[in-house]
């Protein structure tokens, strides 16, 4: 489930809990081109966060891979930021190369206090 707010300025889709992107209809890039800004799921970085359990079977799309995913969405001007961060996840560091990575390509990774104006 994901919720779209609109305000006088711009849209958000927020989509803090979900499973993988490929059960979306319509697609995760259909809806993300029309708001202005996602914030997803970025609740596991990669596969390897919890060693012998398969994070597959658990859900949440891993961040590494909305990077591929929607790396045509963000080129294409949409801002996308994420929230919902295990306690595993790396990104939760300021200094680790999982959060440089998801910069570098153009994403963002949300830290508390942030906020959006609409």
Do not use: K
């Not at 809806?31 to 799921?41: K, N």
């Amino acid at each position: 489930m994901g919720f779209v707010i609109s305000g006088p300025r711009q849209s958000v889709f927020y989509v803090p809990d979900t499973d993988s992107w490929s059960a979306w209809e319509p697609s995760i890039e259909e809806v993300l081109a029309t708001v202005d800004v996602g914030l997803l799921d970025g609740t596991f970085f990669s596969a390897d966060e919890l060693p012998g359990r398969d994070v597959a079977s658990i859900g949440h799309p891993l961040i590494a891979a909305s990077l591929e995913r929607l790396a045509p969405v963000v080129a294409a001007g949409t801002r996308v930021a994420f929230t919902h961060f295990n306690h595993s996840n790396p990104v939760l560091d300021p200094d680790s190369t999982a959060r440089e990575r998801v910069r570098r390509l153009g994403f963002e990774i949300l830290d508390d206090g942030d906020e959006i104006e609409l």
